[in-house]
């Protein structure tokens, strides 16, 4: 974690305890843990929670045990084993955001009783247990939660925490290269003396700012002895001043260099087989070096020859230089978007995080964050496509998730079935 990321987690700490001590967080995880500071649930035979009430026990685990995650349970009486037959068990769920999931245990040979349904990750929610053993009704609730955690509103704002709905959206086919900024040809003017003669007076220098018309320098004429003024023949910036007072300049040559500079050409070099992917018409996004300001354009031409020093394929594109910040000369980095495809879901890479082994973002459902196992699919440099585990609409953390994170880590929740 570096300085930026570890300033913003010691900041949401100190938030955190200013509204009242440690963040209400994400709790232990047996199946169906308590919150992480009560009373750890008594254990069956089996390392399931056990469950009891006048004389009756089901004893209830998630088995991951070569299957995937389902609800197994044992039936008891009087502390002994009943077969699978001396009664049912359903479990009833409430997920964040009140989504309901039921699963119904079945009999099964080896004694116990299964449900057929998967128990979906996060393993975080209510639980209800409702079960009948020989002829006797039973009902036990409590909460299981794992991957959550509460953050005020305010101290999440202050934190700089920000979310955004899930939603469809495009995957990008991006290549990334490098190019050079130069001017566009024909929007650069050499200024000459008409007549040779020494040079008088000049009015502008290298850098300046000078409109059509303007004077720019006065010369007397070896022909007439008389003066005459040089203007400039385009509106734009003085590139190179090639005179000096008192000397005698000839007839043709140049005494200035002036272009336009509101147009620039960037000239992209693309190497290797990226080349045959790459073709006019397609978005590019240019990146100046100096601050990381972008400019939007649409790749121009493809130059029919190859950079001799480089062997690369230069592509052209044009830029708008409103602000005088994009310097002739300068290296940019660029990104050329060769293809688009939609994708029914995405979020921005910023949303990414890893929690155990998997691939997570945090859902946000009032002040609760919640970790959300995704399966991803194609990514670009800005979003990637989920494959399941979100829904549309589902509260993204986007910013700030780290922050998430680290407050459900410090709470120490486990994954103990």
Known sequence: MNVRHLSAVLALTVLLAACGGDAPSGTEHAEGGEHAKAEAPRKGEHGGRLLEQNGFAVELVIAEDGTPPKYQAWLYRDGKPLPPSAGSVEVRLKRLGNVAENHTLKPQADGSLMASTIVGEPHSFDVEVIARINGAALRWAYPSYEGRTQIAAKVAQ?????????????????HEVQGLLTPVEGRIAKVAARFPGPVRRLNANVGDTVRVGQTLATIESNLSLTTYTVTAPITGVVLARNAAVGSVATEGAPLFEVADLSLLWVDLHIFGADAQHIRPGVPVTVTRMSDGATAQTTLERVLPGTATASQSTVARATI???????????????????????????????????????????????????????ELGNRDAERVEVLSGLNVGDQVVVEQSYLVKADIEKSGASHDH
Request: no cysteine.
């Open 320 to 374: 708008a230089n409103t602000d005088g910040l994009w310097r002739p000369g300068s290296a940019v980095k660029a990104r050329i978007t060769v293809d688009q495809q939609p994708a029914k879901l995405v979020v921005p890479l910023a949303a990414l995080q890893t929690f155990r082994d998997w691939d997570v973002v945090f859902v946000r459902v009032g002040d609760t964050y919640e970790v959300r196992p995704v």
């Open 158 to 174: 202050d934190a700089g925490i920000r979310v955004a709905p899930a939603a469809p959206g495009v995957i990008a086919d991006e």
